[in-house]
């Protein structure tokens, strides 16, 4: 019996090494990009892994730990707090997740593309999956008019906007129908700022910007509190920076509900 219980408990660490190491990989895969996201996830899942390792000693820290007063207090609020950071973090996600859904099949009078960062003169593959995404939406709406947003960053040449409507040009996307906004440094100010210049042209509402799917929910957001009616329009994401660009997405949130 005792055998039985020892290699169910065996299986049962195999399961979970197995699955942190899969969700520690999931964060490495984003290498050599490095960014507050897969920081954490690879922070995290390193510590949850050799916490499966060595198991066994894990438990008898614990234990050690709770034998005391102080300890118990301090196990109990590092539960808490744990647990309340898992709730948190599955409800952004299901919020992040819906607002992606929420700008399927809406038509809308004006697309603003959200830059991102560019390869010299152009765009990279993230902000080309952005660009493609409004490409198609021009495509199938003829009479809309399209702003790309995005300033010049400290190491690039050209803005990013300039590098975008060169893009969606080369794509046949008519070149009366885009609008370069390249001030903006930042996701509030590619709202304000492609704002400003779609009321000059008389469109104040029904308007989309295109994001990845992860960002739509704090762009939206943003956009509320600028008073900007706007849905989202969903680009895809490569599959490796997902986890990585997930995480950082929940910690930037994090920092808007704060400063907010």
Known sequence: MEKEVDL??????FVFAVL???LLWSFLRALPVVCAGNIAGITVSSLLLVVTLLFDKFKALVSRIWGTGVGKVMLVLIALVVAAGIVYCATLSVLMAKAIKNGENKKADAVIVLGCQIRGDRPSRMLAYRLDKACEYLEENEECLCIVS???GWDED???AE???????EKGIDESRIIEEGESTSTQENMDFSYAILKEHGITGNICFVSDGYHIYRAGLIAKKEGIDAF???AETEL???PTYWVREWLTLTYFFVTS
């Open 163 to 169: 590098v975008m409507k060169n893009y969606l040009v």
């Open 150 to 152: 995005g300033g010049k």
């Open 158 to 160: 050209y803005t990013e």
């Open 232 to 234: 989202g329009l969903a």
């Open 20 to 22: 942190e190491s899969v």
């Open 240 to 242: 490796r920076f997902l």
């Open 8 to 13: 169910t408990k065996m299986v049962i660490r």
